[in-house]
């Protein structure tokens, strides 16, 4: 084609693109495109820019969608999981079938963590009873708790789908078995912030001498800003790491650097509106407040001693008792959530400590008092009228006794089980002297009021006035919610 | 809560344009429509002269006009197969304005296509609009709102009646759960114009009369009742009911007829009255009307207008935290937590906000006695915390003018017994908490008699010391 012919057909093209509907119906779509274009860059912008609304302070209490029932959670979790069989589902079937071979129909298509070959079946290692008006069966390994029947609803067939032990932990504590997502303490004072200035709004205490075996990302704050994940508080030696001044550094010269650090990051903050920078603002602030607030609020010495005595309390050790008591103080103070974790529920009967006729035993001691007291102690304060409690493991355990690698036990111990566990809630708006749920007679397998992890997640979210649904966190181009695609508010045990 | 709120976009934004933006090729093609009527005489022949232009903006908002309403689509939550017949139907009119478009300019070479394309239009035009009627406000929106003679002219029955109970027991089986399933599966077709299969189903006594083909009903043998048989049959059977393309029943609906059926087709009985079977006893669960979950007694239902920004932003200069008790409600919560030093001198401020305030924590605080003369006036009132307070009660007869107190915290304070007595007058009080309060047991005793209903907590909990408190399980060696 010569250049002139080429002029031509350009200007030829130049008339047509003015006057045809085909390149009309071209640029049409061009212009779709491009809206569809701004939608989809839209969509991949920094997910936390919404939170710079909230005045500049992550943390500054928030007005839920509804109103609330609850005001506080205290979230008790049992890691390793206990005995659902010698705690609160009473089995009689199951005792008669003690020590008899597991039938093949129990076993066919299951996995279990350690279990192999044909177990044989365990019977209640627990003496029941019925207790208060709402006849709830408790067996004598709480006999203090047994008081309480009448202020706490059961869920008797709560389901998980994780039989180990840092899936199921993450899964219960933040509605995914993988890692990376928020834990409830995260979602909640992401969505309502916290009362108390000068205090963390999610606060953990971990007894029993270790953490979860997910590690600290059960309270982590996965894809949330970091200023939510929870404040591990320590109750032996300083309460928090690394909070006191160093040799040399007075509180004034401390406040100076804070503000001098302040300063810089907000001119970072200004440049770039990073979100984590006024996290990180706020965590300068909160942890210069703290320095006063957390051992004053962390200390439990100046308790009463009908106080300390309740809780089987000694102040200075690392104990269950001692982290309930804190828990109460904790509450009273304006913290939003308070997670306690107690380790050494993995009754599997492989040495003395964790078996289910001697270790559970101690552990059911060690946490009788100390919950049946946090209850009466919230109740007496009226707070827990607006304080919701949470007692219960990642999963349950099962009917058959464990027998490693198909070997006898030394002692007696129970397997993992994802089937059909029991929880209780208490306290906020949940029914008193209820229960929910059932398992067959035999413990094994939930039959009636399932209960799915993210169903408890609804339930919690919904006491504290929020739709399980709309508490969303934009995030990698999708809103991310607790109960992820499920959950569904357990009704029947709301009051 | 600005925070929980999704992000809008640019596609959201464009796509809402479309119904407004829809209404401006159906105006131009009216025109357009009666402008290719009139110039067909030769007194309005000049009118022709005008086409090309109105025709072509016609064309041009109808192809901005399926645009948008594409990406209106996107946004979801429409009902899919009406949508579909809405975007085809839509396109339909955009692609049929070019063709008159085009026909216009090229007027000489098609001058007989003109007017059939443009009679096309219009039916095009209206079924479009029609289904984008229905798509936005629901496909009985008219209907709806037809007078009742218009409505029996053309054969339409509404709902009897809607949800007539608050608990499913007191619910009557026939009245309040079988006839709404009649009325809107079957009345349509079965009523006293229509008259299908010479059948009548509005009564009880027509369902018995039966109809050409004999009775529908047999007492108490569901399966043997035509009334029933019939809805289990295939979709393709002829007998089957609703016929094929009408909405067929609900597994729960089929459940409640049968129910009904069984228990001898009664009137009149509530639900609490019959036997039940474990199955329908599982239906019924799920028709226990909800209480809705974002309602609670300690909200009232009345709604009030807002509290002024200044009232709340001076209460907050003192270090109370002033909040709304949910998204959307003007009632307010105060909470003084980080208000310790919070005293007599500002109480006051709450008066500006006393149609408003329904929560009011002020434990910890600094007030006294004097407060109550202004929390007395918290006509709304109905949880109040003065736990921790060096409040004695003088003066605590003003709370008698808090009518909706529910809720009242006096633990940690040296509440006098009158100030404790006064409370008398507050009927709707529920708990009262008196920890540590000191009060003597004759006292309590006197505001229980007064108010039985009333739940006094005054704490002071002690656990037992059991023998298995201090015991450690071991295995014992041997």
Not at chain 1, 34 to 51: D, I, P, V
Not at chain 1, 393 to 420: C, I, S, W, Y
Not at chain 2, 286 to 300: H, N
Not at chain 2, 314 to 326: D, I, N, Q
Request: charged share 20%; glycine share 10%.
């Amino acid at each position: 084609m010569t250049k002139h012919a080429r002029l031509i057909k350009e200007a030829n093209d130049q008339t047509l693109r003015y006057f045809t509907r085909r390149h009309f119906l071209m640029d049409c779509v061009k212009g779709l495109g491009a809206a569809a274009f701004t939608s989809f860059l839209a969509s991949c912008g920094s997910s936390g820019k919404t939170l710079l609304d909230v005045a500049g302070n992550p943390m500054a209490p928030r007005v839920p969608q509804f109103p609330a029932r609850a005001k506080s959670v205290i979230y008790l979790h049992m890691a390793g999981a206990p005995s659902q069989l010698e705690l609160f589902d009473y089995k009689p079937a199951l005792q008669k079938l003690h020590n008899q071979l597991c039938p093949p129909s129990l076993l066919e298509g299951k996995k279990f963590a350690f279990i192999r070959g044909v177990p044989k079946m365990l019977g209640p290692q627990a003496v029941f009873a019925q207790h208060g008006e709402s006849r709830a069966w408790i067996s004598d390994h709480l006999p203090h708790f047994a008081t309480m029947a009448d202020d706490v609803s059961f869920l008797k067939a709560v389901q998980t789908d994780q039989f180990n032990h840092g899936p199921a932990q993450l899964l219960m504590q933040t509605g995914s078995a993988r890692l990376g997502r928020p834990s409830i303490g995260s979602w909640v004072t992401y969505g309502l912030g916290s009362e108390n200035d000068n205090l963390p709004g999610f606060v953990v205490l971990t007894s029993g001498g270790k953490t979860p075996d997910a590690g600290k990302s059960v309270w982590g704050s996965g894809f949330l800003p970091s200023v939510y994940q929870g404040v591990q508080c320590r109750t032996k030696g300083e309460p928090v790491l690394y909070l006191t001044d160093p040799e040399g550094m007075s509180r004034d010269l401390r406040r100076e650097s804070i503000n001098a650090i302040n300063e810089i990051n907000k001119q970072e903050y200004a440049t770039f509106g990073d979100p984590e920078t006024l996290s990180r603002i706020s965590q300068y602030e909160l942890a210069y407040k703290m320095q006063i607030s957390v051992p004053e609020v962390m200390n439990i010495n100046k308790e009463p001693d009908y106080i300390h005595e309740m809780y089987g309390t000694q102040p200075g050790k690392e104990s269950f008792a001692n982290n309930c008591l804190l828990a109460r103080k904790l509450v009273e103070k304006g913290v939003r959530f308070v997670q306690l974790y107690d380790w050494g529920w993995d009754s599997h009967g492989t040495d003395e400590n964790l078996a289910i006729d001697y270790g559970f035993r101690n552990k059911c001691r060690e946490i009788d008092r100390p919950i049946t007291a946090l209850l009466q102690d919230l109740k007496q304060r009226g707070l827990l009228d607006e304080t919701l409690v949470i007692w219960g493991g990642e999963f349950g355990r099962t009917p058959m006794q464990e027998n490693r690698d198909g070997k006898d036990m030394p002692f007696l111990g129970r397997d993992h089980h994802v089937e059909a566990f029991t929880m209780w809630m208490a306290g906020a708006g949940i029914k008193k002297g209820f229960s929910y749920g059932e398992t067959d007679e035999i413990g094994y397998a939930a039959v009636k009021g399932k209960v799915a992890i993210n169903d408890i997640h609804a339930t919690i979210l919904q006491q504290l006035g929020f739709d399980h649904e709309k508490l969303t966190f934009q995030f990698q181009g999708r809103p991310f919610r607790l109960t992820d695609t499920g959950g569904k508010v357990i009704t029947p045990i709301l009051s | 809560m600005r925070l929980l709120i999704s992000t809008g976009s640019w596609s959201m934004f464009i796509g809402r344009s479309h119904p407004l933006l829809v209404h401006l090729p159906i105006g131009i093609l009216i025109i357009a429509f009666i402008l290719t009527l009139l110039a067909r005489r030769e007194k309005w022949r000049h009118l022709r002269s005008a086409l090309p232009t109105v025709l072509l903006a016609a064309a041009l908002s109808a192809i901005f006009s399926c645009i948008t309403g594409y990406l209106l689509s996107l946004d979801g939550g429409y009902e899919e197969k009406l949508l579909q017949t809405h975007k085809y139907l839509g396109i339909g009119v955009a692609v049929i304005s070019i063709l008159l478009y085009l026909l216009e300019r090229n007027h000489q070479r098609f001058p007989r296509l003109q007017l059939p394309a443009a009679l096309l239009m219009v039916l095009l035009l209206s079924a479009a609009g029609h289904y984008g009627g229905s798509l936005t406000h629901g496909d009985d929106y008219l209907t709806q709102a037809m007078p009742a003679p218009l409505k029996k002219l053309s054969g339409i029955q509404g709902p009897v009646n809607t949800v007539a109970y608050t608990n499913i027991g007191d619910a009557r089986l026939y009245e309040d759960l079988v006839q709404p399933v009649l009325a809107n599966r079957c009345y349509g077709c079965h009523n006293e114009q229509k008259l299908k299969g010479g059948l009548r189903l509005e009564s009880i006594a027509l369902i018995r009369k039966g109809g050409e083909h004999g009775p529908v009903l047999k007492d108490s043998l569901p399966e043997e009742s035509e009334l029933f048989k019939r809805l289990l049959l295939p979709e393709e059977d002829e007998h089957r009911m609703p016929p094929k393309g009408k909405p067929s029943v609900t597994p729960q609906e089929l459940e409640l007829l049968h129910w009904w059926i069984a228990t001898g087709a009664p009137a009149g009985k509530t639900v609490k009255e019959l036997d039940k079977t474990p199955r329908i006893m599982a239906v019924l669960e799920g028709m226990q009307p909800a209480t809705p979950l974002d309602k609670q007694e300690f909200v009232p239902d009345e709604s009030v207008s807002a509290g002024s920004a200044d009232k709340i932003a001076a209460l907050e200069a003192k270090g109370l935290k002033v909040m709304p008790v949910g998204t959307g409600s003007h009632y307010l919560m105060i909470d003084g937590i980080n208000a310790a030093g919070f005293s007599d001198r500002d109480i006051s401020l709450l008066t500006g906000l006393k149609e408003q305030l329904i929560w009011v924590d002020l434990s910890g605080t600094a007030i006294t006695d004097s407060a109550f003369a202004v929390l007395g006036q918290l006509k709304k009132l109905t949880r109040l915390d003065l736990r921790r307070t060096a409040i004695k009660g003088n003066g605590m007869g003003a709370l008698n003018n808090c009518r909706e107190l529910r809720y009242l915290n006096l633990a940690g304070t040296a509440v006098t017994p009158e100030g404790f007595l006064a409370l008398q007058q507050n009927k709707k009080l529920q708990q009262v908490y008196v920890y540590e309060a000191g009060i003597a047991p004759a006292t309590l005793r006197q505001l229980q008699q007064a108010l039985p209903k009333l739940k006094i907590d005054t704490g002071g909990y002690r656990l037992q010391q059991l023998a298995s408190d201090t015991m450690i399980y071991h295995k014992v060696s041997s």
